[in-house]
């Protein structure tokens, strides 16, 4: 399982053991956790280099950041060096991915330790002001050692395309590698990902972070977050969003005053109108298939009735070898019915207008009218329709 908060300890000496891949389609999307509703930090031209540290069974990779790519961290978690270096100075200070257009995603991805180093970035510090007026205040740096970006293993190829010749393309090599489900899919031809959902309707927090939060409160609202993108994965109908209902219940219990409060009250109405559309898409795919089912069962009756009402289907009163004979019943000339075991006999007459004779030595089904007929001590079937079972001569 790919990491989305990771221990930077943890993950020392990573640089050091991943697999290169190039990025096989346009504009494809780099996200700051193996989730489709999280943040993206990049948008990836083809062609370009990734390094990948791991991949998931679920069709994730887990890339080094490439070049360009910027971290934020609190100003009071760090001091400057005369190095111009930032150097930690809390127990465990929260990095958070930076993304497209400066912004700060919700959730704590990254935790470094006390005394770690870290780059600052020539970027303007992102300043958000707080409910009692002051302000907080992040700094740009280089991601830390440890910090990871995602995308899908579909949108990477493992043969660099240069290598391949002006005219050449990966895919056209068996190269890509191997598909996986997921939400995002390509579109045909246009190597953009579709989403299944609107991502507004399947993001978790706010655009930017809340401020004022207590810093333990900070990092474990996004630990629950993280569980929150993790269960938005999949179907709309798949949904099991009632274990993360109670972990913010539970966080809840905990916070310490109205920012913490209204936090946990903003997350749990978008996780309650996310349960809604779940369950109303359950319900729809539910009518959907018993509407179906019942279709296919009216189609079947409807096929019957057809064919009932046209005698095509309606089972015959008899069969056999059909005989002229020179018997007469109630005064209407009958035919001789043989049975196929060359034994039993019944006696045919029809009414005025169906002639019988151009059915004599064929072989025939009829329906009809049967009674027993005390004088000939035989059955007798007025005959209402009458079929060849035979080809004729």
Known sequence: ??????????????????????????????LVAPDDASATTHRLAKGQRLDVVDEGPDGWLAVL???????????????????GKARVIEQRAAVRPGVEGGLMPAGVWTIVPRGIELEL?????????????????????RPPRGELRYLRVEEVSRVDPRALGREGDASEFGTVLPSVRGRRRLASGSGRRVPAVDPDF?????????????????????????????????????????????????????????????????????????????????RLRELAAS???????????????????????SPFEAEGLLQRCSELVDGRRAFLLIGDDGLSTIYLVAPPGLDLDSYVAARVGVRGDSRFHSVLKSRVITVRDIERLDDPP
């Open 202 to 282: 399947v993001a978790v927090g706010p655009p930017v972070r809340e401020v004022g939060l207590a810093r333990w409160f900070d990092e474990e609202l996004g630990r629950v977050e993280s569980r929150h993108r993790a269960a938005l994965a999949g179907r709309l109908e798949s949904w099991s969003l009632e274990p993360v209902r109670r972990a913010y219940e539970e966080l809840a219990t905990r916070a310490s005053g109205p920012i913490e409060r209204e936090a946990i009250a903003l997350r749990l109405r978008q996780l309650e109108r996310q349960q809604a559309a779940a369950q109303a898409a359950r």
């Open 65 to 83: 950041p490439p070049p360009g790519s910027f971290s934020w961290i609190d100003r009071d978690a760090i001091t400057i060096e005369p190095d």
């Open 121 to 141: 970035m020539d970027l303007a510090p992102l300043v958000l002001r707080q409910a009692d007026g002051t302000r907080r205040i992040f700094y740009a740096v």
């Open 291 to 313: 509407t179906q089912q019942r279709d296919a069962e009216l189609d079947s009756l409807r096929r019957q009735l057809g064919k009932l009402a046209t005698g095509a289907e």
């Open 1 to 30: 399982m790919l990491p989305t908060v990771m221990m930077l300890i943890g993950l020392i000496g990573v640089e050091d053991r991943t697999t290169p891949v190039w990025v096989a389609v346009d504009q494809a999307e780099l």
